[in-house]
């Protein structure tokens, strides 16, 4: 599709008229979505999460990579899109803002006083029924559809709900200046 068409459909898509600009942000939206699909085949940790955007965690944007992390686990928990695996319950009774905060502290790539990244690799995320229906119904729900192209209407339905809850990609989420 033509950069000038892909540009008119985001725009007519996007529910409050504004135009989002794919080609700035694809590599983030693509991300969510390639991590919102292993939400629903596997669980995962939050160094699994966003593994390629800013090259992950041993790439050479490793803090944009942690702060994008705990962003996105913030907006999923919030929305209702991932939670804390049940088999943890510790971590389960949690607010999305205390889990998150506690995850963005402990994060060794934004925080150097700390040495090891144990929370990072031991907090379990699933999927929820929300997110699986949703991966279902843009049939988005396979190992195949991980590596995918971006879906842009699951993600303007993703990013629609996010900007309903307030946490929207236009909300500065757990700044690292906080």
Known sequence: MPV???RIMVFLLNSNSREIDMSKNQDIFRAYQASLIYACLDDF????????????????????????????????????????SPHQPSFHEMSPEGLCEL??????????AVENADLWVSVLFCATPLLEELVARY????WSAFSAPLNIL????IREMYRLRGVGFEKDV?????
């Open 4 to 6: 000038f068409e892909r």
């Open 45 to 84: 940790t939050a160094t699994s999460a966003l593994h390629n955007l800013y090259g992950g965690q041993d790439g050479k944007r490793a803090q944009d990579w942690a702060l994008a992390t705990v962003r996105f686990i913030y907006r999923n928990l919030v929305v209702g899109l991932i939670q804390v």
């Open 103 to 112: 995850l963005r502290q402990n994060a060794p790539h934004l925080n150097a």
């Open 139 to 142: 049939h988005l729900l396979s």
């Open 154 to 157: 699951f993600s303007n339905e």
């Open 174 to 178: 757990f700044n690292s200046d906080e």
